[in-house]
């Protein structure tokens, strides 16, 4: 996946996707990357793009008001990490929404 995220960074796409096929026809998994949250004394576990759990949901809503106070505030976020041949508005998402 390294190699696919170098060509990804430098907007090389087709080689992107061709080095990801070949780790699918490989039968090669990246591990997903997980993270979790405790409110009051219970444990919420999370991934990138993962359905919500009960209660998620207010964890999801104060992230939207703090990134909107974020921009308020002038924050920009660097789109540049967002590895995915994609627009700016969903590179911005993918990045909010990220785990």
């Known amino acids: 996946m390294l190699l696919s995220n170098i060509y990804a960074a430098n907007k090389r796409w087709e080689d992107s996707a061709k080095v990801r096929m070949l780790a699918k026809t490989k039968g090669l998994k990246k591990n997903q990357g997980w993270s979790w949250i405790e409110v009051k004394k219970k ?13 998620l949901e207010q964890v999801h809503e104060i992230l939207r008001d703090l990134c909107l106070r974020m921009e308020i505030e002038g924050y920009i976020p660097d789109k540049s990490f967002v590895l995915q041949d994609v627009g700016g508005e969903e590179k911005k998402q993918i990045l909010y929404g990220h785990s």
């Open 43 to 55: 444990v919420y576990t999370f991934s990138a793009g993962s359905t919500l759990q009960q209660g």
